[in-house]
């Protein structure tokens, strides 16, 4: 069972950043496609962005259209940990956002809920106009 605890969500302007970080308890999560989705009141879950294991030490990152280019997926083997960097933060981005994993290498299917097999408790991320 992967455990996975999220941090450094928080109040922040319009324009401001926020980092969050994904604790993983898998010795193996250099494996790991991890994935970011975020939920916003009476909205739906969705995606916004992941970093997918392909082979050894490559790895492909995705985003969806409503963040790239403002929000920045990255790893951290030796730490077991996944990182979210989001600048130029828009009030629309307000939400709370999970962490999530799999053992499964995606692609055309990255975005899907039902392809992750473990998921975080959720941190807010609240952002003010």
Known sequence: QVQLVE???GLVQAGGSLR????ASERTFSRYTMGWFRQAPGKER???AA???IS????????ADSVKGRFTVSRDNAKNAV???????KPEDTAVYYCAATLTSLSRT?????E???????TQVTVSS
């Open 56 to 63: 050894w030490s490559t790895y492909n990152t995705y985003y």
């Open 116 to 122: 992750y097999d473990y998921w975080g408790q959720g």
């Open 110 to 114: 990255v975005g899907a809920i039902e």
């Open 46 to 48: 969705e995606f916004v």
């Open 51 to 53: 970093v997918s294991w």
């Open 20 to 23: 969050l970080s994904c604790a």
């Open 83 to 89: 990182y979210l960097q989001m600048n130029s933060l």
């Open 7 to 9: 941090s450094g969500g």
